[in-house]
């Protein structure tokens, strides 16, 4: 059986949610058996906020994750909380704009992104989140490109499809 458990994690506003939010949408459109867990406190904006996704070809017996396959972090408190949980193995995507230092795991892939720079050069920090969630298809293949930009045109906001492709673009070019 093929299952992927994914951590996003993050402040409220930064788009976490929707990040885990595309993929299940790509997992569905592949015909994979799908959850997505949201969790934020109270201030929602500027407080913290993760969620869970995951897809699997076969049954899911828990829609909770506590060590997963890969975890995505664009705050510190997150990657503080998260690194270690990530399975042996595991990936580690993180916005090197936001968080400074070093994985301390040697069992795990780490890919650093200036994430919010890169968004910046396309045009708005708001999706350094979709340059996270590029380099996390990219390197772990758990849905083709091509779902995931079906999910995006399907489920997100038009007007942002055009930048919203571009940054994912650059987050797989970047872990190349």
């Known amino acids: 059986m093929k299952q992927q ?3 996003f994690a993050g402040f409220g506003g ?3 949610l929707s990040m885990g939010k595309f993929l299940a949408y790509a997992g569905m459109d592949e015909n994979m058996k799908v959850t997505w867990c949201p969790s934020y406190g109270p201030e929602m904006r500027g ?3 993760n969620c869970s996704v995951i897809l699997s070809d076969g049954e899911i017996g828990s829609p909770v994750v506590t060590a997963p396959d890969s975890v995505i972090v664009m705050n510190k408190p997150s990657f503080d909380k998260f690194e270690s949980t990530i399975k ?3 990936l580690l995507v993180m916005d090197s ?3 400074s230092g070093e994985s301390k795991r040697t069992d795990i892939t780490v890919i650093k992104i200036p994430a919010q720079s890169i968004a ?3 045009g708005s920090k708001t999706i350094a989140n979709m ?3 590029g380099a996390l298809v990219k390197q772990t293949g758990i849905v083709p490109t091509e ?3 079906k999910a995006l045109k399907e489920h997100g906001k038009e007007r942002f499809y055009s930048a919203n492709e571009l940054a994912i673009s650059k987050g797989m070019e970047y872990t190349k």
Do not use: N, R, S
Request: aromatic share 0%.
């Open 5 to 7: 458990e994914i951590i």
């Open 14 to 16: 930064q788009g976490i």
């Open 47 to 49: 407080g913290t906020a």
């Open 88 to 90: 042996p193995g595991g």
């Open 97 to 99: 704009d936001l968080i």
């Open 120 to 122: 910046e050069e396309i």
């Open 131 to 133: 340059v996270l969630l």
């Open 147 to 149: 779902a995931l930009l």
